[in-house]
C-alpha cells in the first residue's frame, strides 16, 4: 500500500486482493534456479533459504570487515597502541601496506572458488529437473538461459557479499592518498579475483564432462572438489606465514610469482593504485591477471554449453552398470566380522554406513570440506618460511608434526560426525524401526551404536596413523626414534579413540537414520564450538607429546589414562541411551516443552 495514512479494515477489504507484479516465464525460472543454489538439502537441510541466505551473506563479508576495523590503528597511532610508534608517525612502511592490499585480494579468491565448489553439483540439471521442467511447455533454450542467468546473479551475488563491507571501512580506516586510485584498485582486483576463482571452477567442470564424459567426471568429481577446497584454504592459511616473503618474491621477479593467480591480481591492485610510479612487475602480473580471466570465463562460454547437452543426455539415458565388487573387501569383512563386529546387529550397521556414505552428495561434500579444511591446516602448522639472505628458505616443524595428530583426527572424526547426524534424507530408518521398534531398547541401541563408533573411529585410526607414518619421511632428526614414534602413535590412539567418544557422546540414533531436531540449529553456535574446542585439541598433543617421547614408561602411564577417560565415558554415554530409550516418543502433533515436563495434555 502506497497509501501515507492507514485504512480501516473494511476500506482495505474494498480494495480488493493484492495482485502480485506480472512477472515472464524466464524470470521465474531463473527465480527458481537461483532459489535452489540455496534451497537444497547440503546447504539448508531444514528447508529455510533465507535465513540461509542472510547467514552466508554475512559470514562471507564479516572477515573483511572485522580486517578493515583492525588497520584502522595501524594506520591511526594511538596512545599505547602499536606499541612504540610515537603519534605523529608516518604511515605504515610500503610493503606492509602491500600485504594489507594482498589479502582482500586472497580472501576474495578464496570465498569465491569455495562456494563454487560447494555448488558444484547444481551448475547443472538433475533429474528432478528433467522430470518436472522438460514437461512442462517451456523451449529448452530458455531453460538454458535461465540456468546460465542464475549463476551469473549467484556468482555476482558472492562477488558483492564477499567485499562490500570491507569497502565502507576501508577508506576512513588506511586513509589512501587518493581516493579515486584506491577504490578503482580495489574493486578491480578483488572482483577479478573472484570472477577468476568462480569461472575457474566452471570451465575445469565444463572441460572435463566435455572431453572426457559424464562417467569419468563421476568418478573424479570428489577428488576435484578435495583438491581445490584443500588448495584454496591452503593458500589462506599460508597467508601470515608467506606475507615476509611478499617483497622477496616481488623484487626478486621469482617465476613462482608468475604462475600464482594471487599474485596477478595484486598487480592490478598496485598498478591501478600507483599509476606509472609502480614496480615493473606490477605491470607485467596486472597483464597475466586480465588475459588470464578472460581465457577463463571464454573456456567456461564455450565449453558449459557442450557439457549442459551432455549432462542432459545422460541423464535421460541413465548411468550405465558397473560392477562395483572389490577382490580384497571378502577378505577384509572377515577380518572385521572376526575382531569388530562379531554381533550380527553390528555388522548390519556397520554395511550400512559403508555403503551410503559416499551415494548421497551432501555427505560426499561434507566429508570433502571437513577433510580439505583439515589438511590445509595440516599444512600451515607444518610448514615455515623464513626469508635469509634474500633467499625464502622453507623448513618443516617438529611441533607442528605433533599437533598434526590431533588436527587429523578431530577433523576426520567431526566431518564424519557432521554426515551421520545430518537431517534429511532418512529413507533407511525404516528397516531399523521395523525390526527392532522404536525407541529400540537398551541393549539393541548400544550396540547398533556400538557399530557407528567403530566405523568411525576405525577410518580415523587409519587416517591418523597414515599421516604419522607419511610424516616420518619429512620429520627432523629429534622425531625419528622408535621411542619418539612409539609416544605419538600412543597419543594418536588415544585421541581417536576420546574424540570419537566425545563427539558421538550425544548420539542417539544410528547414522542417516536419525530425526530432525524440532528446535532449528545455531549456525553461529555450531561454529563457536569449532574455535573453543579445536585450540584444546591441538595443544595437548604438543604439550604432552614430549613428555610421553620422554620414557617407556610414560607411554603405559598416557595408556591407563586414555583407557580410563574411555571407560567413564562409555559408561555416560550408556546412561544418555537408557535415558533416551525410557523417553515417550512424540507423535507428529504434540509439542516437545511439555513432554519434557513429563506432562502429557
Same mark, same amino acid.
Given at each position: 500500500?502506497? &497509501?501515507?495514512?492507514?485504512?480501516?479494515?473494511?476500506?482495505?477489504?474494498?480494495?480488493?486482493?493484492?495482485?502480485?507484479?506480472?512477472?515472464?516465464?524466464?524470470?521465474?525460472?531463473?527465480?527458481?534456479?537461483?532459489e535452489?543454489?540455496?534451497?537444497?538439502?547440503?546447504?539448508?537441510?531444514?528447508?529455510?533459504?533465507?535465513?540461509?541466505?542472510?547467514?552466508?551473506?554475512?559470514a562471507?563479508?564479516?572477515?573483511?570487515?572485522?580486517?578493515?576495523?583492525?588497520?584502522?590503528?595501524?594506520?591511526?597511532?594511538?596512545?599505547?597502541?602499536?606499541?612504540?610508534?610515537?603519534?605523529?608517525?608516518?604511515?605504515?612502511?610500503?610493503?606492509?601496506?602491500?600485504?594489507?592490499?594482498?589479502?582482500?585480494?586472497?580472501?576474495?579468491?578464496?570465498?569465491?572458488?569455495?562456494?563454487?565448489v560447494?555448488?558444484?553439483?547444481?551448475?547443472?540439471?538433475?533429474?528432478l529437473?528433467?522430470? /518436472?521442467?522438460? #514437461?512442462?511447455?517451456?523451449?529448452?533454450?530458455?531453460?538454458?538461459?535461465?540456468?546460465?542467468?542464475?549463476?551469473?546473479?549467484?556468482?555476482?551475488?558472492?562477488?558483492?557479499?564477499?567485499?562490500?563491507?570491507?569497502?565502507?571501512?576501508?577508506p576512513a580506516?588506511?586513509?589512501?592518498?587518493?581516493?579515486?586510485?584506491?577504490?578503482?584498485?580495489?574493486?578491480?582486483?578483488?572482483?577479478?579475483?573472484?570472477?577468476?576463482?568462480?569461472?575457474?571452477?566452471?570451465?575445469?567442470?565444463?572441460?572435463?564432462?566435455?572431453?572426457?564424459?559424464?562417467?569419468?567426471?563421476?568418478?573424479?568429481?570428489?577428488?576435484?572438489?578435495?583438491?581445490?577446497?584443500?588448495?584454496?584454504?591452503?593458500v589462506?592459511?599460508?597467508?601470515?606465514?608467506?606475507?615476509?616473503?611478499?617483497? /622477496?618474491?616481488?623484487?626478486?621477479?621469482n617465476?613462482?610469482?608468475?604462475?600464482?593467480?594471487?599474485?596477478?591480481?595484486?598487480?592490478?591492485?598496485?598498478?591501478?593504485?600507483?599509476?606509472?610510479?609502480?614496480?615493473?612487475i606490477?605491470?607485467?602480473?596486472?597483464?597475466?591477471?586480465?588475459?588470464?580471466?578472460?581465457?577463463?570465463?571464454g573456456?567456461a562460454?564455450?565449453?558449459?554449453?557442450?557439457?549442459?547437452?551432455?549432462?542432459?543426455?545422460?541423464?535421460?539415458?541413465?548411468?550405465? #552398470?558397473?560392477?562395483?565388487?572389490?577382490? %580384497?573387501?571378502?577378505?577384509?569383512?572377515?577380518?572385521?566380522?572376526?575382531?569388530?563386529?562379531?554381533?550380527?546387529?553390528?555388522?548390519?550397521?556397520?554395511?550400512?554406513?559403508?555403503?551410503?556414505?559416499?551415494?548421497?552428495?551432501?555427505?560426499?561434500?561434507?566429508?570433502?570440506? %571437513?577433510?580439505?579444511?583439515?589438511?590445509?591446516?595440516v599444512?600451515?602448522?607444518?610448514?615455515r618460511?623464513?626469508?635469509?639472505?634474500?633467499?625464502?628458505?622453507?623448513?618443516?616443524?617438529?611441533?607442528?608434526?605433533?599437533?598434526?595428530?590431533?588436527?587429523?583426527?578431530?577433523?576426520?572424526?567431526?566431518?564424519?560426525?557432521?554426515?551421520f547426524?545430518?537431517?534429511?534424507?532418512k529413507?533407511?530408518?525404516?528397516?531399523?524401526?521395523?525390526?527392532?521398534?522404536?525407541?529400540p531398547?537398551?541393549?539393541?541401541?548400544?550396540?547398533?551404536?556400538?557399530?557407528?563408533?567403530?566405523?568411525?573411529?576405525?577410518?580415523?585410526?587409519?587416517?591418523?596413523?597414515?599421516?604419522?607414518?607419511?610424516?616420518?619421511?619429512?620429520?627432523?632428526?629429534?622425531?625419528?626414534?622408535?621411542?619418539?614414534?612409539?609416544?605419538?602413535?600412543?597419543?594418536?590412539?588415544?585421541?581417536?579413540?576420546?574424540?570419537?567418544?566425545?563427539?558421538?557422546?550425544? /548420539?542417539?540414533?544410528?547414522?542417516?537414520?536419525?530425526?530432525?531436531?524440532?528446535?532449528?540449529?545455531?549456525?553461529?553456535?555450531?561454529v563457536?564450538?569449532?574455535?573453543?574446542?579445536?585450540?584444546?585439541?591441538? #595443544?595437548?598433543?604438543?604439550?604432552?607429546?614430549?613428555?610421553?617421547?620422554?620414557?617407556?614408561?610414560?607411554?603405559?602411564?598416557a595408556?591407563? /589414562?586414555?583407557a580410563g577417560?574411555?571407560?567413564?565415558?562409555?559408561?555416560?554415554?550408556?546412561?544418555?541411551?537408557?535415558?533416551?530409550?525410557?523417553?515417550?516418543?512424540?507423535?507428529? &502433533?504434540?509439542?516437545?516443552?511439555?513432554?519434557r515436563?513429563?506432562?502429557r495434555?
Amino acid at each position: 500500500m502506497s &497509501d501515507a495514512q492507514p485504512l480501516a479494515l473494511n476500506a482495505q477489504a474494498a480494495l480488493g486482493p493484492a495482485h502480485p507484479p506480472p512477472r515472464s516465464q524466464f524470470s521465474w525460472l531463473m527465480r527458481h534456479f537461483l532459489e535452489r543454489f540455496f534451497n537444497h538439502e547440503t546447504a539448508s537441510p531444514d528447508g529455510d533459504a533465507r535465513t540461509r541466505i542472510a547467514q552466508i551473506a554475512v559470514a562471507a563479508g564479516m572477515p573483511g570487515l572485522v580486517v578493515g576495523l583492525y588497520l584502522w590503528p595501524v594506520y591511526h597511532p594511538f596512545i599505547g597502541w602499536p606499541p612504540g610508534r610515537p603519534l605523529d608517525a608516518s604511515p605504515p612502511p610500503y610493503w606492509l601496506q602491500v600485504n594489507h592490499h594482498f589479502f582482500f585480494v586472497l580472501y576474495s579468491f578464496v570465498v569465491m572458488g569455495i562456494v563454487t565448489v560447494f555448488e558444484w553439483d547444481l551448475f547443472f540439471p538433475d533429474l528432478l529437473d528433467i522430470f /518436472v521442467l522438460t #514437461t512442462l511447455p517451456i523451449p529448452d533454450r530458455r531453460l538454458f538461459l535461465a540456468r546460465v542467468a542464475a549463476i551469473g546473479l549467484f556468482i555476482a551475488g558472492f562477488l558483492f557479499n564477499a567485499n562490500f563491507l570491507a569497502l565502507l571501512i576501508l577508506p576512513a580506516a588506511t586513509d589512501p592518498p587518493d581516493l579515486l586510485r584506491f577504490l578503482a584498485g580495489h574493486l578491480a582486483a578483488v572482483a577479478l579475483s573472484g570472477l577468476f576463482s568462480a569461472t575457474f571452477v566452471l570451465a575445469l567442470q565444463g572441460v572435463v564432462l566435455t572431453v572426457f564424459g559424464e562417467r569419468l567426471f563421476r568418478r573424479i568429481s570428489l577428488l576435484l572438489q578435495g583438491l581445490s577446497i584443500t588448495a584454496l584454504l591452503m593458500v589462506l592459511f599460508l597467508f601470515p606465514m608467506l606475507s615476509g616473503a611478499v617483497p /622477496v618474491f616481488l623484487q626478486s621477479g621469482n617465476a613462482w610469482v608468475l604462475y600464482c593467480p594471487p599474485f596477478w591480481f595484486l598487480g592490478i591492485y598496485q598498478r591501478l593504485l600507483e599509476g606509472p610510479s609502480a614496480l615493473p612487475i606490477y605491470g607485467r602480473l596486472a597483464e597475466t591477471g586480465c588475459v588470464a580471466t578472460l581465457v577463463v570465463v571464454g573456456l567456461a562460454m564455450l565449453t558449459y554449453p557442450i557439457a549442459y547437452l551432455r549432462r542432459v543426455r545422460q541423464l535421460v539415458e541413465g548411468p550405465g #552398470t558397473r560392477d562395483t565388487r572389490s577382490g %580384497y573387501a571378502p577378505a577384509l569383512n572377515g577380518l572385521i566380522h572376526a575382531t569388530v563386529s562379531r554381533q550380527p546387529v553390528r555388522r548390519a550397521v556397520f554395511h550400512f554406513i559403508g555403503q551410503t556414505i559416499l551415494r548421497v552428495q551432501r555427505y560426499r561434500i561434507y566429508l570433502v570440506l %571437513y577433510g580439505g579444511v583439515g589438511f590445509s591446516i595440516v599444512v600451515a602448522s607444518i610448514l615455515r618460511f623464513e626469508v635469509v639472505h634474500g633467499q625464502v628458505r622453507m623448513e618443516i616443524s617438529a611441533d607442528g608434526i605433533r599437533m598434526a595428530i590431533g588436527i587429523i583426527a578431530f577433523w576426520m572424526i567431526a566431518g564424519l560426525r557432521m554426515a551421520f547426524t545430518s537431517p534429511g534424507n532418512k529413507q533407511g530408518s525404516w528397516v531399523f524401526r521395523i525390526v527392532h521398534g522404536r525407541p529400540p531398547e537398551l541393549v539393541t541401541a548400544m550396540e547398533e551404536l556400538q557399530a557407528a563408533r567403530t566405523w568411525v573411529l576405525l577410518w580415523a585410526l587409519m587416517a591418523t596413523f597414515a599421516a604419522l607414518f607419511a610424516f616420518q619421511w619429512i620429520a627432523p632428526a629429534e622425531l625419528r626414534s622408535w621411542q619418539s614414534i612409539t609416544g605419538r602413535m600412543v597419543m594418536a590412539a588415544g585421541l581417536c579413540l576420546l574424540l570419537t567418544d566425545m563427539l558421538f557422546l550425544n /548420539v542417539k540414533y544410528i547414522a542417516f537414520t536419525g530425526e530432525t531436531g524440532r528446535e532449528q540449529p545455531n549456525l553461529a553456535f555450531a561454529v563457536l564450538k569449532y574455535f573453543a574446542f579445536l585450540p584444546l585439541v591441538v #595443544t595437548l598433543p604438543l604439550a604432552l607429546s614430549p613428555w610421553i617421547e620422554s620414557g617407556w614408561t610414560h607411554d603405559l602411564v598416557a595408556a591407563a /589414562v586414555i583407557a580410563g577417560l574411555h571407560l567413564f565415558l562409555i559408561r555416560r554415554h550408556r546412561a544418555i541411551i537408557k535415558d533416551h530409550c525410557h523417553y515417550v516418543h512424540l507423535e507428529d &502433533d504434540e509439542e516437545e516443552f511439555p513432554m519434557r515436563l513429563g506432562l502429557r495434555y
